[in-house]
């Protein structure tokens, strides 16, 4: 929940008027994660849209896809460990990233959100001010 904090205050907050849209994974991964317990209001930003995944299809299909994304910028190298699924992380997508059998437009990702936070503060001021390009490239 640290992460989530950190991007809405820190990312979001002061970048009001970026172009931009973050979309939020929620699943269990602590015996006290629950739906129930899901903290919507941490990231309170329209650009925000949240989903809670129970069977964690999402941090399962990233967890397993993850070396096959090539991020331009970069990705964390770090992957987390005894776990099935991708969770407290980012990926960051420039604007034309595609959605099909395979993600395009990955610019970086990393694991936790706050270990890199700083690459990922990075890479977000490069794709909020125009420099980012489809290939990922300025």
Sequence with gaps: MNGARWVQNDLLTPNRDADLRVFVVWFRMYPGDAKSRWPRELLRDRRVVQRWDEPRNAGRWFFDHLSSL???RGGDGVFPQRVDALWDSYLL??????????PTGVMSWGYTVLRTRGKLLED???AVSGRA??????
């Design 70 to 72: 090539r991020p331009s």
């Design 93 to 102: 997508f420039d604007r034309d990233a595609a959605w099909t059998n395979m």
């Design 124 to 126: 977000f001021r490069f």
């Design 133 to 138: 390009t489809p290939s990922g490239r300025d």
